[in-house]
C-alpha cells in the first residue's frame, strides 16, 4: 500500500521568509510519480509539480523549488521569499505506474500562513 | 482551454436522500477521478472512469456510484446519505490513464447532508 506524511500540519510565516514544507512517501513500487497540489481557500486544487522516480533533478520555478531524494523517500517544497498570496493548504500526492490507474495518494496536507 | 467544471457548487440534502453531482472534464481529456475530502480522512480516492468505463476503485460503500458519459462528462451518486458524507467532493480530469498523466481538479461541490 501507499503512504504519504505531511509531517507539518500548520506553518506560520512572515513575508519574505523561507519555508519548506516536507513529504515522505512510502511505496513498493520502483516506478511512481510525485505531485504538489494547492488549495486556496476557494477549494480547488491547483496543480504545482510533477516528477517521475527516476528523475532525482531539483527543480526551481521561479519563487518555488523542490527538492526529491529517493534514499530518504523525500519530495520537499520550498518557497523562498514567501507572500501572502501564497497562503494555502499544500498537497503532496504520490501514483504508483502499476495497477494504480490515476489514482493519487495525498498526504493530509499542510496549511501554510504567510502574514504581513 | 476551460477547465473542469462541477454543478452544483453547494448542495444541502437531509438523511436517507440521494444526490447527483456532475463534472465536465478539460476538453480532449478522457479519464475523469472523484475524490472526497473531508476534515477527519483527508482526500480520499473514489473512483475512476476512462472511456465509459470505470477502472479503478476506491474503498467506499456501494451507496458510492458513478458513470461516465461518451462525451467523457462524468456523475457520481450518493444513495441513502448520511450525516458522514458530508464533503468536498473533487473531481479531476486528465487526457489517459497512467503513470505520468498529471490530473486536473475542478472547484468542487459542498455537499452538506443534514
Known amino acids: 500500500a501507499q503512504k504519504v506524511t505531511q509531517a507539518q500540519t500548520e506553518i506560520s510565516v512572515v513575508e519574505k521568509e523561507d519555508v519548506t514544507l516536507d513529504c515522505v512517501y512510502e511505496?513498493?513500487?520502483?516506478?511512481?510519480?510525485l505531485f504538489w497540489y494547492k488549495q486556496p481557500p476557494s477549494g480547488e486544487l491547483v496543480f504545482l509539480i510533477r516528477?517521475?522516480?527516476?528523475?532525482?533533478q531539483n527543480e526551481i520555478s521561479g519563487r518555488y523549488s523542490w527538492n526529491f531524494q529517493k534514499s530518504t523517500s523525500s519530495f520537499n517544497f520550498t518557497i523562498t521569499a514567501s507572500q501572502v498570496v501564497d497562503s494555502a493548504v499544500y498537497f503532496c500526492?504520490?501514483?504508483?505506474?502499476?495497477?494504480?490507474?490515476?489514482?493519487?495518494?495525498f498526504g493530509t496536507g499542510t496549511q501554510l500562513k504567510v502574514e504581513l | 482551454k476551460a477547465g473542469v467544471t462541477q454543478t452544483p457548487r453547494y448542495l444541502i440534502k437531509t438523511r436517507g436522500q440521494q444526490v447527483t453531482l456532475s463534472c465536465s472534464p478539460i476538453?480532449?481529456?478522457?479519464?475523469v477521478s472523484w475524490y472526497q475530502q473531508t476534515p477527519g480522512q483527508g482526500l480520499q480516492f473514489l473512483f475512476e472512469?476512462?472511456?465509459?468505463?470505470?477502472?479503478n476503485k476506491g474503498n467506499f460503500p456501494g451507496r458510492f456510484s458513478g458513470r461516465q458519459f461518451s462525451n467523457s462528462r462524468s456523475e457520481m451518486n450518493v444513495s441513502t446519505l448520511e450525516l458522514g458524507d458530508s464533503a468536498l467532493y473533487l473531481c479531476?480530469?486528465?487526457?489517459?490513464?497512467?503513470?505520468?498523466?498529471?490530473?486536473?481538479f475542478g472547484p468542487g461541490t459542498r455537499l452538506l447532508v443534514l
Open positions: 500526492a504520490l501514483k504508483i505506474l502499476t495497477g494504480g490507474g490515476n489514482k493519487l495518494t
Open positions: 472512469y476512462f472511456s465509459e468505463t470505470q477502472r
Open positions: 479531476a480530469s486528465s487526457l489517459a490513464v497512467g503513470g505520468q498523466e498529471t490530473q486536473y
Open positions: 511505496t513498493r513500487d520502483t516506478t511512481y510519480y
Open positions: 516528477r517521475n522516480s527516476f528523475d532525482e
Open positions: 476538453s480532449g481529456h478522457r479519464s
